[in-house]
Every structure is written in structure tokens, then in C-alpha cells.
């Protein structure tokens, strides 16, 4: 199974920028679709971004889109979400996650994922 190691979260000032990374070990993710989501304090996981196995098609929260870009690079074995424009409600826990559902269309709900990453925080301050 496919083991998820996230990086690149801190603290950061409202209106900055965090790329988060995402590097997948013991298997290829070519093989997978993969999503961020993030939790905040006392709030459930929410979804943030999906990209499909191949990287051509992505999808994004109400909340971030235009502000947050997800790629990939199969050939890394990592996955990215760029943040620009951060806001204080960005704080929170972003996930990493992989699903087998490799060009999904519907609603990305924390269960068509099925393995997820230990998570990195991210903390935008005001």
C-alpha cells in the first residue's frame, strides 16, 4: 500500500504563500487520483483539492479556488498543492490522500479515500 509523508506547512501572514508537498513511498501514485483536505480545531476534514492519476483534471473547494493550485509529478512520486493569498481561515491540519478512484466526478468525501497522509499544519496568522 502506498504511504503518504506531507511537508512545507508553517506559519505564515495573511496574503502570503506555502506550497505543500506530498511524497508517496512504496508505491507509484501513477496508479492513484490524489486529494488534499484540511481540519480545522473542533471542525471536520473538508475537502480541498483533487487531481486525477494522469494530472489533467482537477477540482477545487469553493474556498480556495483561484487561490490554491494542485499538480503532480508521477515521475517524483509527489503531489503539491501551491497556496497563494492565504488567509487566518486557512489554518488548519492539510491532509494528503490517495484514492483509487482515478477520474472521479462526484462529491470527494473523506471515504472514497483510502489512505491518507499524518498531515502538516498549516497556520495563517491575521
Known amino acids: 500500500q502506498v504511504q503518504l509523508v506531507e511537508s512545507g506547512g508553517g506559519l505564515v501572514q495573511a496574503g502570503g504563500s506555502l506550497r505543500l508537498s506530498c511524497a508517496a513511498q512504496?508505491?507509484?501514485?501513477?496508479?492513484?487520483?490524489m486529494g488534499w483536505f484540511r481540519q480545522a480545531p473542533g471542525k471536520e476534514r473538508d475537502f480541498v483539492s483533487y487531481?486525477?492519476?494522469?494530472?489533467?483534471?482537477?477540482s477545487y473547494a469553493d474556498s480556495v479556488k483561484g487561490r490554491f493550485t494542485i499538480s503532480r509529478d508521477n515521475a517524483k512520486n509527489t503531489v503539491y498543492l501551491q497556496m497563494n493569498s492565504l488567509k487566518p481561515e486557512d489554518t488548519a491540519v492539510y491532509y494528503c490522500?490517495?484514492?483509487?478512484?482515478?477520474?472521479?466526478?462526484?462529491?470527494?468525501?473523506?471515504?472514497?479515500?483510502?489512505?491518507w497522509g499524518r498531515g502538516t499544519q498549516v497556520t495563517v496568522s491575521s
Open positions: 512504496r508505491r507509484t501514485i501513477s496508479n492513484y487520483a
Open positions: 490522500a490517495a484514492t483509487s478512484y482515478i477520474d472521479y466526478t462526484g462529491t470527494f468525501y473523506p471515504n472514497l479515500f483510502g489512505t
Open positions: 487531481i486525477n492519476w494522469s494530472g489533467g483534471r482537477t
